[in-house]
């Protein structure tokens, strides 16, 4: 197979342009610079969050606080960049989140309990909540892009009302009080509760990297049918590579991330059996976290490959051009804010799971990390430009941040003001980064 | 007399109180270029913007081929073959040229995903015909230069095989080589049997590209006159006073002379 691919690439090189000047590795590898950057801060806030607290920052045990932490923010910033992009905002989405969760809450402690008589942690109880959620963040979403779309209100507006209005009704739903706790299955979203084990953990991760090598020969094959010029084929191998290592890495250290003993003894005993003497077993991949990265896997899909993301990004770049196409750019604007509905939704699962039960406050100032990680993660907000994954490297960024300052003893109002700086100053790094390379800014 | 490709009878638009058509009459034949002049405000993109759908009508009616034509919307101009090439270049500028080509009409893989690398081929092929200098299929429209990118808006109207183009001052923007390159393009689409409306106030330009003028004054139409049998100076006085030369045949926009 490889060799017929090989003569395939041989074949066609006479026919090819003129080979490109002898091009720099990272330009051979044909990566967002950005990205690198991104990476690049993280990595130097990591390094240097570890060095002030002797070591402690990079533990498995951190590592996998920080995924599960990240988790309900990324999975809405990713929804964020496709508002961002089209030029609106969102300032409802902690709102949105608490409604959600207060009808999920509701659901699975009155309605199908009691009103449908399935009492408690019936195996029906964790589909059906986030059903009603789910539906509950699509049509307050779509409602909001209706109000934006047809009826032309501007979406700081609809959302600021939406910011107010949802906040209270999770609390009229609830009548302010706390709910839980949640169901059982449903708790399997939160995070610690609900992990995949070392096994299926490696499992997913070798998926993961199938599915990342099928994608670089997939779009290697097609560009070479067409007689276009390609990558050297070092540079597939080392993207190739580096994504290996960021899934094996990811999954390794999760997975070392050991339950303690006494909780798994409670396991054991939960299922009937007694534990194997001296029987070490990892966390592994939480399923928010794999919730998270079929999200972004979806969502980046959704940008690149279909029509919805294309006319997404041609109407935040010329709205006026994107109607004389013949989009429809206000049904495409009520497309936008219900699925950043329903990701509030999904969001709303993973944090009020985490907590085990809903509270009133949950998701308060959520929209600003939301904004914020969409942002730091190179999302222009004038429309236009944004990456799934920079959204998500910008939640992480934004919460290792938290996390680290809390661990090396920052208080509270502290952390605020740094993480305000850092919000301002990546924003203006990211100009003065589009201004060399030409850019809109 | 063959039927007109397009024939938009007694249109009518009009802004608040203000009427910026007002029961223009025009017409244009299968491998025509037709001008259509006047000042800034005179109404001539008003006028060929109800043709492209980006404006709804007041009143009037539009026939294409003979047989009347419901345009409502840039879709239903586009299912006439009708194609505009817009005086601000109307293309998404963080897009790459490919996706400006298609935007729209996306060729799609059988899954329903978009097919980038079949249309960046497409883009290429036409790309060769129109603009042989073309290479940057990469980068975002707004890293091209002012002819690179008319040569994308121009490859969209060719490549879905425009019967009907509007071109709304395609020179503004261009240096003096590119100009000519949408020159001789016009020639060539003309002898395709493509009907061209132009929408120019250079006259120079429209002596040289166009076969008929229409010219047009506070929304009403002056007069339409053949190109050949007018002089730059005939052309200039309907812009300016709104006076017909004999040659022409006068609009309701014509001052009555006799």
Redesign the interface.
């Known amino acids: 197979m490889l060799t017929t691919r090989m003569t395939a690439m041989t074949e066609t090189s006479p026919a090819a342009?003129p080979p490109a000047k002898p091009r720099g590795f990272f330009a051979a590898l044909e990566i967002d610079t950005r990205l690198i950057g991104m990476i690049g801060a993280f990595v130097v806030i990591c390094l240097i969050f570890n060095f002030l607290t002797d070591g402690r920052f990079m533990t498995p045990r951190n590592i996998f606080n920080l995924t599960i932490q990240t988790a309900s923010v990324a999975i809405m910033a990713t929804g964020m960049v496709f508002v961002i992009v089209t030029r609106h905002i969102d300032l409802s989405v902690g709102s949105l989140l608490a409604t959600c969760s207060a009808m999920m809450a509701m659901t699975q402690t009155l309605v199908t309990p009691e009103w449908l008589g399935l009492g408690l942690n019936h195996p029906a109880t964790m589909p059906i909540a986030i059903l009603v959620g789910v539906l509950t963040g699509l049509v307050i979403g779509a409602f909001h892009g209706w109000l934006i779309g047809y009826l032309a209100i501007p979406a700081f507006i609809v959302t600021l009302g939406g910011f107010l209005v949802w906040r209270n009704v999770a609390w009229h739903l609830t009548d302010g009080q706390t709910i839980g706790p949640l169901d059982e299955n449903f708790q399997l979203f939160g995070g610690i509760n609900g992990t995949l084990g070392e096994t299926w953990s490696w499992v997913v991760a070798a998926l993961a990297v199938l599915g990342a090598f099928y994608a670089i020969f997939q779009?290697r094959r097609?560009?070479v049918?067409?007689e276009?010029p390609v990558k050297p084929l070092w540079a597939e191998f080392v993207l190739g590579g580096v994504a290996t290592a960021a899934i094996v890495g990811l999954v390794a250290v999760l997975n070392a991330y050991e339950i303690p003993t006494a909780r798994l003894e409670r396991l054991f005993e939960a299922r009937g059996e007694t534990m194997p003497e001296g029987l070490v077993q990892g966390y592994g991949l939480p399923i928010s976290v794999l919730l998270l990265l079929l999200i972004a896997f979806i969502m980046t899909?959704i940008a690149r490959?279909?029509?919805l993301?294309?006319?997404i990004?041609?109407?935040?770049?010329?709205p006026?051009?994107?109607?004389?196409?013949?989009?429809n750019t206000r049904l495409l604007t009520v497309k936008i804010f219900a699925i950043m509905g329903v990701l509030c939704a999904i969001s709303a699962v993973v944090a009020s799971s985490r907590q085990t039960f809903h509270s009133n406050d949950i998701g308060t100032l959520d929209e600003l990390r939301v904004i914020a990680a969409a942002v730091i993660g190179g999302t222009a907000l004038s429309g236009?430009?944004g990456t799934i994954y920079g959204a998500i490297l910008g939640a992480l960024i934004m919460q290792s941040l938290q996390s680290g300052m809390a661990m090396v003893g920052v208080d509270a109002p502290y952390q605020n003001i740094v993480v305000g700086i850092v919000l301002v100053f990546a924003v203006f790094v990211d100009i003065l980064y589009r201004r060399r390379t030409?850019?809109?800014t | 007399m063959t039927t007109p490709l397009v024939e938009m009878r007694d249109m009518q638009k009009s802004f608040g109180g203000i009427k910026a058509v007002d029961h223009v009459t025009i017409d244009l034949y299968p491998g025509e270029v037709v001008g259509v002049l006047g000042h800034n405000g005179a109404g001539k993109s008003v006028l060929t913007k109800m043709l492209s759908g980006a404006l709804p009508r007041d009143g009037g009616e539009i026939f294409i081929n003979g047989k009347k034509a419901s345009i409502n919307n840039p879709r239903d101009a586009r299912s006439y073959k009708i194609e505009t090439i817009y005086q601000y270049l109307a293309l998404a500028d963080n897009l790459d040229a490919a996706s400006n080509l298609f935007l729209g009409r996306e060729l799609t893989t059988p899954l329903g995903f978009v097919d980038d690398a079949l249309m960046e081929a497409e883009t290429r092929k036409i790309m060769k015909r129109l603009n042989p200098n073309f290479r940057r299929f990469h980068t975002p429209v707004s890293g091209l230069s002012g002819g690179q990118r008319q040569s994308v808006a121009i490859a969209r109207a060719v490549y879905f095989n425009a019967k009907i183009l509007i071109m709304d001052e395609p020179t503004a923007a261009l240096g003096v080589q590119e100009t000519r390159m949408v020159a001789e393009l016009i020639e060539q689409l003309k002898s395709e049997g493509i009907g061209i409306l132009l929408i120019d106030h250079d006259i120079h330009q429209v002596k040289m590209l166009c076969d008929r003028a229409n010219v047009m004054k506070n929304g009403q139409l002056v007069g339409t006159v053949k190109v050949a049998e007018a002089s730059e100076d005939d052309l200039l006085g309907m812009i300016i006073a709104g006076k017909c030369p004999p040659s022409a045949i006068p609009g309701p926009g014509a001052i009555q002379t006799a």
Request: hydrophobic share 35%.
């Open positions: 342009p779009s097609n560009r049918l067409h276009f899909l490959r279909t029509r993301g294309r006319y990004f041609a109407t935040g770049g010329n006026e051009a994107a109607e004389l196409a013949g989009i236009g430009m030409g850019d809109k």
